[in-house]
């Protein structure tokens, strides 16, 4: 749930869907060639259910195509990229990156 919060703060800052926001910050200044998010499509997604007896709709957990979760392709040459830049320092802060740590 927490990474599916965090795509929701991402969205809602940036104004445009998580898939677009990997492209724009991350893959494009990056030169990644092979590194995407996936999109959302909403008429792929499956309710939550729960069996108490018989199968019911859980009403109050929505995972509706819960995106920023283990979503994003890449190769491991992009992936090598992204995790240089990481560490040092060209996509998040160096206090960033410490606290992360």
Known sequence: SAYLLLRMILEQRYGVDYQHIVEQQIAQPLGLQHFAAAPSHVDNTFK?????????EIKDIAYTNVIGVGDIASTTHDLNVLINALFHNQLLRGETVDQMM
């Open 48 to 56: 939550s259910h729960a069996y108490a007896g018989q199968w019911n």
